[in-house]
């Protein structure tokens, strides 16, 4: 099966520019995650999608930043506009609810976010 | 809440030697526990996990880790380190039963030196 896709890989782009980032999960996989993940740490959860319903975005910075799940399925991060700090690398993740309850993700490759 | 220390940001073995990864977790409730690995520009894969079921966990790519209740650990080990392995590896914990939050310790990155 075809894992999490990602686009762009890499992005440059000057402070105070937008920026877009977008994710197609597993299929099948109702929940759908965004990570942020500086350099040298682990990655650390912005918002979560069950199906169409963001259910946990407490930890998105919303004056900046916002994500849409329409339909379900793709997802698109947005940062407007980007800060210096939000270099970064941005992670989506997907994962379905299995009997087992067990919460494994799955992560797409990532895109490297620069921001001059 | 829940958090986990992964100790040592940075492990050098020689390759065929043992590799050992260290992970203490912080957890209110019983845990699950999970290994994941980074290769340079990709996502993380999950490596193995610990959901309740033998304190024992075997993974891929001959990894393993062991539950350790009384000593709040999972680390993560490999008997003989291939040069394959060189990645980052992170430790991470989430409540059982259902969805719960995963939080993700910093990380440790792998050398293997021939």
């Known amino acids: 099966e075809a894992g999490v896709v990602q686009s762009p890989r890499y992005k440059i782009i000057e402070k105070k520019q937008p920026v877009a980032f977008w994710c197609n999960p597993i299929s099948g996989h109702n929940t759908l995650y965004w990570y942020r993940q500086n350099l040298g740490q682990g990655p650390e959860l912005l918002i979560r999608y069950e199906n169409e319903e963001a259910v946990d975005d407490s930890q998105l910075p919303k004056d900046r930043f916002s994500a849409e799940r329409l339909k379900g399925v793709d997802s698109t991060l947005k940062i407007q506009p980007a800060e210096l700090g939000d270099s970064a690398v941005y992670l989506c993740a997907s994962s379905v609810k299995d009997s087992r309850r067990t919460n494994e993700q799955f992560f797409g490759p990532g895109t490297r976010l620069t921001v001059l | 809440a829940q958090s986990v220390t992964q100790l040592g940001s940075h492990v050098s073995v020689s390759e065929g030697a043992l590799v050992l990864l260290r992970c203490n977790y912080s957890?209110?409730?019983?845990?699950?526990l999970f290994w994941y690995v980074q290769y340079p520009n990709q996502g993380l894969q999950l490596l193995l996990k610990y959901t309740s079921a033998a304190t024992l966990v075997k993974g891929i790519n001959g990894f393993e880790a062991e539950f350790k209740k009384s000593e709040t650990s999972f680390h993560l080990t490999k008997p003989s380190a291939h040069m394959s392995d060189a990645a980052e590896y992170f430790c991470?914990?989430?409540?059982?039963?259902?969805?719960?939050?995963?939080?993700f310790g910093t990380g440790t990155k792998l050398q293997v030196i021939p």
């Open positions: 957890s209110s409730v019983p845990p699950y």
């Open positions: 991470a914990v989430s409540h059982s039963g259902g969805y719960q939050k995963v939080t």
